[in-house]
């Protein structure tokens, strides 16, 4: 069974390049387009990662990654993010909150692909979301 990846962005070119991109590599894609639906999709769809943006209506990408990591079947969700975010202070919030990796755009989508097959890999045996304590 294909490993199925959450795609929470509310740009939707984004979305559909990043959903092309992971089926044509044999991942299942679900996607969401503002942050509260990405959570209501974590809790129904039961992704294996996450690829999250930061500056979303209703809900930005860190409240939904400081919500996964809250809750016990969630909190070790592999999380990337994916945004325009790119200042170091926001990079260094995304990994302080749980981020596994932080990709800033505009990006490669095959560079995506590769974190999401390392991520994938990793998860066969363990699982991610490791914090970064403070």
Do not use: W
Request: glycine share 8%.
């Amino acid at each position: 069974m294909p490993l199925k990846v959450l795609v929470c962005d509310d740009e939707r070119h984004i979305v559909r390049l990043i959903q092309v991109n992971l089926e044509r590599q044999g991942y299942q894609v679900v996607t969401a387009f503002d942050g509260k639906e990405g959570l209501e999709k974590i809790r129904s769809e039961k992704p294996d990662i996450v690829v999250l943006d930061v500056m979303m209506p209703y809900m930005d990408g860190f409240e939904v990654l400081k919500s996964i990591r809250r809750e016990p079947e969630t909190e070790n969700l592999p999380v990337i993010m994916l945004t325009a975010k790119a200042q170091d202070k926001d990079v260094f919030e995304g990994y302080h909150y749980g981020a596994d990796m932080y990709l800033t755009k505009p990006f490669n989508p095959m560079e995506l692909v590769t974190f999401v097959k390392r991520i994938a890999q990793g998860t066969e045996g363990d699982s991610g979301g490791k914090r970064i304590e403070l």
